[in-house]
């Protein structure tokens, strides 16, 4: 039963990665091109306590979200519409992988630029 479940969430993973959502480790100042009707993304297990600084600019409106996945459903802390920059703190409630998406509904590719940190307890 567990190899069949660890089966799953890898397909599910490829799926979502082919699907024009990457995910990367969180390192310093990163810039990427947004295609248009895809997605950016990187995730990092944070904890109670930690702090999660983030700031991004992009070269037009795109939405931006700070999300988890839980049984099945996907929470969203943060989500923001059509924006171009922002600058925050995101203090986790629970140790989870939270993912920092950006995506483009623009017809044209989007230039951003971010950059995030984790501050441990």
């Known amino acids: 039963m567990r190899n069949l479940l660890v089966t799953i969430l890898f397909v599910g993973l490829i799926a979502f990665i082919v699907g024009g959502c990457v995910s990367l480790n969180l390192k310093g100042e990163t810039e990427v091109v947004i295609n248009p009707a895809k ?10 306590g930690d702090v999660l600084s983030y700031s991004f600019k992009t070269s037009n ?3 931006f979200n700070i999300h988890f996945h839980e049984d099945g459903k996907i929470i969203y802390p943060v989500y923001n519409k059509n924006t171009v ?4 703190k995101f203090f986790p409630d629970k140790e989870e992988f939270y993912c ?3 995506t483009n509904l623009q017809t044209n590719p989007v230039q951003l630029t ?4 984790v501050d441990r307890k």
Not at 85 to 88: I, V
Not at 114 to 117: G, Q, V
């Open 100 to 102: 920092l998406m950006w």
């Open 85 to 88: 920059s922002q600058e925050g």
């Open 61 to 63: 409106p795109i939405d």
């Open 39 to 48: 997605c950016h993304e990187d995730c990092i297990k944070v904890t109670r």
């Open 114 to 117: 971010y950059t995030c940190r």
